[in-house]
């Protein structure tokens, strides 16, 4: 064994486009494209980029909900990918998800004491009434009363109804639960409780986290390492400190050059605007991926893709994707050269 709880290997999404009279395949959407890191128990790892980089079909294809183009997904040894139906269902109860949308999340038909009861009975855990009680116990440990036992969602807030979301996440005590954006549609206010409920269980629980996020200031509060996602490739990995220290690519660099300092002594005159949209992830640029909103970029970035690796000079387990890492002031010279 490797000592990791999930081991993420070169996985790839691939959608393929079809149209014409034939409806044949015309184009292939490259929203995951060989990924690869890991995941230790206990740890929560931070996933982020911006929108449309891939970073939540990558947590939907760990959990298998895509089928996998290639690649492989293994939790405790063994590859989610290549399970029956049968096997996965087995595995899935050490394995949840809480979703971006509180509110499309959950059965608005059902009581919230319904919803949280749900994965004992399609696990078939428990006798009915040992359900209704462990149900009241997980309503109170997320800070909701055993009131909203015969409610419905309609009638709580967002905050309110992330907390049913989790409750039901948690129910089956799982290793690892990745979390799809699990504040950003939530008031500010309320993003910080949340926040702290989650970190809270996973010190009593010792579970793991996925946390996919495009707030570079909430993953940093949660994270022990951060990956950082951009057109379905990691471009840099890293403990959560030394990334936000001395960020080595040049894409990180510009997301966290843009969070928000409430500082209005601070010098505004370095920080750096990105130009341009991500480019279609059915048809990525060649070489780097980002070159085409790069200041740095230069003609090897059109033609050789940079691997994942060891950043120079820089903390062991520090991995970065590009050409310049250690040098970018010589990347702009030779840049003004052409």
């Known amino acids: 064994m490797s000592g990791n709880l999930l081991e993420v290997k ?6 393929p486009i079809h149209g014409g009279v034939l409806f044949r395949r015309i184009a292939t959407v490259y929203a995951v494209d060989g990924v690869s890191f890991n995941v230790k128990p206990g740890e929560t790892v931070g996933v982020v980029g911006e929108s449309g980089c891939g970073k939540s079909t990558l947590g939907k294809t760990i959990l298998r909900l895509y089928d996998p183009t290639g690649g492989e997904v293994l939790f405790e040894g063994k590859d989610l990918a290549k399970m029956g139906r049968r096997e996965l269902r087995e595995v899935r109860k050490d394995i949840q998800i809480i979703f971006q949308d509180p509110y499309e999340s959950l059965n608005q038909t059902h009581t ?84 702290n409920l989650l970190l809270d269980l996973q010190r009593e629980m010792g579970m793991a986290y996925i946390f996919i996020a495009h707030d570079l200031a909430v993953v940093k509060h ?27 690519h040049p894409y990180t660099q510009a997301l966290i050059s843009a969070i928000p300092v409430p500082d209005p002594t601070r010098d505004l005159s370095t920080k ?16 780097c991926s980002f070159r085409t909103r790069c200041r740095f970029a230069t003609e090897r970035c059109a033609k050789e893709e940079p691997t994942l690796a060891d950043a120079p000079n820089a903390s062991k387990g520090h991995l970065v994707a590009c050409h310049y890492a250690d040098r970018l002031d010589e990347a702009l010279k030779e840049r003004a050269k052409t």
């Open 222 to 248: 949660v994270s022990d390492r951060i990956a950082v996602m951009y057109l379905g490739k990691i471009v840099e990995f890293a403990a959560a400190e030394d990334l936000y220290k001395a960020p080595r």
């Open 10 to 15: 070169a996985v790839r999404m691939h959608f």
């Open 272 to 287: 750096q605007v990105l130009e341009g949209d991500v480019p279609s992830p059915r048809n990525p640029p060649s070489g």
């Open 112 to 195: 919230v004491g319904r919803i949280i009861q749900e994965p004992f009975v399609i696990h078939g855990v428990g006798t009915k009434e040992w359900r209704r009680e462990e149900a009241k116990k997980l309503l109170k440990r997320v800070g909701l009363p055993e009131s909203a036992f015969d409610r419905f969602p309609h009638e709580f807030s967002g905050g309110q109804r992330q907390r049913i979301g989790i409750a039901r996440s948690i129910a089956l005590k799982p290793k690892l639960v990745i979390c799809d954006e699990p504040v950003s549609a939530l008031d500010v206010s309320i993003q910080s409780q949340v926040l």
